[in-house]
């Protein structure tokens, strides 16, 4: 089925009330699994850019490979700032399929696009003349600053794809379309390397030709998601042209969702700049556990992106008796897997520190945070699918201010840790403790029932 044909939709998709409890969950299981596993490959293939980036630079030197890290890092921060891009308009464009107003769907997913380029805009007007010194800022030594500089300089250039990006896959999945995100992921993965072997050592471009060939793959990527939201946007009769007033409210509906990505980039860097002042040996355990603990992410998280398009559907159908039964349904799958996932890093500890590191201190440290890190991953289940669920109900302002407080909580406890003499896993505990402090604060509103407000749009 290919969301932009309104004649795949019924004329009227049955109620949850009108099901059998069995008929029901069924339902739930089957739109749950048929959104999350694609959005899970397509969450995969997405890292891969960088990690392809990363194994043909580091054949150049390993002052290029570091210029690299540093230039990826400032752009996966920008990246990530701004996936409220792809969050708001998800559930913008999902409410308005669940009310069977198609063309306006896709209208509120033009607006979406045209504030990526707007946005787009401005973040290339500053990251080209400034390149140097966030350089610096992320600190770049003396040898691969330069190389730094000429990528990022280079990919800023690409940010307009990026964000062009994060919004068309936010209209698509809004669509209850996710094959095609990861279609386009996989397809752009496969070019981007391609083009990084041919630039890199074909064309002797060195470091520029890398990218070059990530800045022409990710405006490939672009331009489909582009060409499948125009063909639809014709089809249905929805205007192409920026309306101002739906830009402005897709700001305004995008704006508690920045705040909320900030603080939670924010508990990030606080418990990254907390483990390097642990020593060396904490730093190296502490990056290896946050790759893997992000990994885990992209698995549950998959099934949060699930939940903001099967809930904003619901509730733009005035099905609040299925966006609750979804809910329900959905929180028994964030919980089982955050308990396979946990049992899996749990019971594969002896394997994977090996696999990182032949430090004996690091292989110490590391199979005792992994452990905290394992126990964490049932609460993160329910903590990503209660997010996913209502970020895809509209709840923006609710998510801002309670990731605000979470920082609140875990700031004092973190930065405590070495005053007091504890080490890097006493910090996962209190990473453990910011995810209980979330946990809290999205069961009270799951519980409350304030998030189901139905309608076309949330008033």
């Known amino acids: 089925m290919h969301p ?53 630079v580091g054949h150049l030197g390993t002052s290029q490979l570091a210029g690299l890290g540093v230039a990826g890092a400032l752009l996966t921060t920008l990246v990530g700032v701004f996936v409220f891009l792809a969050y708001a308009t998800t559930a913008a464009v999902a409410r308005r399929v669940g009310a069977g107003d198609l063309p306006a769907a896709i209208r509120q997913g033009m607006d979406g696009i045209w504030l990526a380029l707007l946005i787009s805009a401005a973040a290339v007007a500053i990251a080209l003349p400034a390149a140097p010194a966030l350089t610096d800022l992320f600190g770049a030594s003396g040898t691969a600053a330069p190389y730094a500089v000429t990528y990022l300089r280079i990919s800023a250039l690409g940010i307009p794809a990026m964000l062009v990006v994060l919004a068309a896959t936010g209209v698509l999945r809004g669509l209850q379309d996710t094959r095609t995100p990861l279609y386009v992921a996989v397809g752009g993965f496969a070019v981007n390397a391609v083009l990084n072997v041919v630039l890199v050592y074909g064309a002797g471009l060195g470091i520029a030709g890398s990218a070059w060939g990530t800045v022409i793959a990710q405006n490939a990527m672009a331009a489909v998601y582009l060409a499948v939201v125009v063909r639809g946007a014709r089809r249905h009769g929805a205007s192409l042209r920026p309306d101002l007033a739906g830009i402005r409210a897709c700001a305004q509906a995008g704006t508690p969702l920045l705040i909320r990505t900030l603080s939670l980039r924010a508990v990030l860097m606080l418990a990254t700049a907390v483990a390097a002042g642990l020593g060396d040996a904490s730093i190296a355990a502490h990056q290896i556990t946050t790759t893997l603990w ?147 604060g999205l069961h009270w509103r799951a519980r409350s029932g304030k998030w189901a407000v139905t309608g076309a749009v949330r008033a």
Do not use: K, N
Request: aromatic share 6%; charged share 15%.
């Open 4 to 56: 932009l044909h309104v004649d795949d939709y019924p004329d009227r998709v049955p109620q949850v009330a009108e099901l059998s409890p069995q008929q029901a969950v069924r339902r739930h299981d089957r739109e749950i699994v048929g959104l999350a596993l694609p959005a899970f490959g397509a969450l995969v293939a997405e890292p891969l850019f960088l990690l392809a980036d990363s194994a043909i």
């Open 294 to 440: 992000s990994l885990a992410a992209f698995a549950l998280d998959a099934i949060a992106i699930a939940g903001q398009a099967i809930i904003g559907r619901y509730l733009g159908a005035d099905d609040t008796a299925g966006a609750r039964a979804a809910c329900r349904r959905m929180v028994q799958w964030g919980i089982a897997s955050g308990v396979v996932i946990g049992l899996v890093l749990a019971l594969s500890r002896p394997l994977i520190a090996p696999l990182f590191t032949s430090d004996p201190a690091v292989r110490s440290e590391l199979m005792t945070v992994l452990l905290v890190a394992a126990l964490a991953q049932p609460v993160c289940g329910v903590v990503f699918v209660l997010d996913g669920i209502l970020i895809g109900a509209g709840d923006g302002t609710y998510l801002a201010w309670s990731m605000v407080v979470t920082l609140a909580v875990f700031a004092p406890v973190a930065l405590a840790v070495p005053a007091l003499g504890g080490g890097l896993t006493a910090l996962w505990w209190a990473m453990g403790l910011m995810m209980l402090t979330r946990l809290a």
